[in-house]
């Protein structure tokens, strides 16, 4: 833990003092664990849309009052969350109990909520008095020429609760994930995981401490960089492959971080269809757009694209489809 902490100091210079850090079984068990400790049947909560199903999956089950923020190429829309609180203060309706928001290399889209949105959010935070949800798992996995400020490091008052990934940046199979987040609901989230998992991993949590015992600062930041480069190069290989086949048939965004490519198909209303028909009988796996929304019954013209594990082969085929 004090490990973890120091990185967190390093990378984030927290404002205030009253943090922490605990791991859990992987950033998206981390998820599950606020959402159940906080949420409340019929709660308002918002969330970055489209976003990662299993969010949406694990909000859907609380039976949640669903409120889709849209974002664009620089993430999440600020105005669009004034739009939301301001209608229902209006209306008399309870404000929304937080957000939930994947500020770096966004799945699906691979946004990057820019500098400036990222310190408007935090002050409607204030102003409308929700929490932040900042899922950042692709933290390190962005191809900015500088590295980007978490809203953790922005946060003055213990709102912001940040969800870090071990397994994206140290190994997928370590299933480790950390909550950095004031100390007071720290101790009540513990109680909840161990309730419930008992603890994370110890072997996993024992290797990333001899990790960051052996590696030196320097060491632990070229092994960061390292990843930006493997990543970008294969973003970049299927980004012209995409160039090269589907100009004037889809509509994309150079992802700034992460492991996906967000593409409109130009003609297809229904990409789930177009994928049964021509990609599954073809031994390829895409996600259509669909899932990444609460309503996963309406037709969406996207699909997404993943450069993170396939051969440069792989890749190609699959853009040439």
Not at 34 to 44: A, L, T
Not at 110 to 122: A, F, H, N, P
Request: proline letters at 4%.
């Amino acid at each position: 833990m004090k490990k973890f902490r120091e990185f967190q100091s390093k990378w984030h210079n927290p404002k205030w003092k009253n943090w922490d850090v605990i791991f859990t079984c992987g950033s998206q068990d981390a998820c599950s664990k606020i959402y159940e400790m906080f949420i409340d049947e019929g709660d308002p909560i918002m969330v970055q849309s489209p976003t990662y199903t299993a969010t949406i999956n694990t909000l859907a089950s609380l039976n949640v009052d669903f409120i889709e923020i849209t974002q664009d190429a620089d993430g999440i829309i600020p105005e669009q969350i004034i739009k939301v609180c301001e209608e229902r203060l209006r209306d008399g309706r309870p404000l929304p109990k937080l957000i939930y928001i994947n500020p770096i290399g966004a799945n699906p889209t691979g946004t990057v909520l820019s500098e400036s949105r990222k310190k408007q959010i935090y002050e409607l935070a204030q102003k409308y008095n929700f929490l932040i949800i900042e899922d950042d798992a692709y933290y390190f996995i962005n191809f900015l020429n500088k590295q980007p400020t978490s809203l953790f490091s922005l946060d003055t008052e213990g709102r912001v609760i940040r969800l870090d990934s071990i397994s994206k940046i140290i190994s997928a199979g370590m299933r480790l994930g950390c909550i950095t987040a004031h100390t007071e609901l720290l101790t009540k989230l513990i109680m909840h995981v161990e309730n419930s998992v008992l603890q994370a991993n110890s072997l996993s949590q024992v290797l990333l401490f001899k990790l960051f015992d052996l590696w030196e600062k320097d060491r632990l930041d070229q092994h960061f960089k390292s990843i930006q480069d493997f990543y970008r190069t294969r973003r970049n290989i299927m980004l012209k492959e995409i160039e090269k086949h589907l100009t004037g048939l889809a509509e994309w965004t150079e992802p700034k971080g992460g492991f996906f490519i967000w593409l409109k198909l130009i003609g297809i209303d229904d990409t789930s269809k177009f994928i049964m028909e021509k990609c599954v009988p073809n031994g390829i796996f895409i996600i259509p757009g669909n899932v990444f929304n609460y309503d996963i019954n309406k037709p969406d013209q996207h699909i997404r694209l993943s450069y993170s594990y396939g051969t440069q082969e792989e890749i190609e085929r699959v853009s040439s489809l």
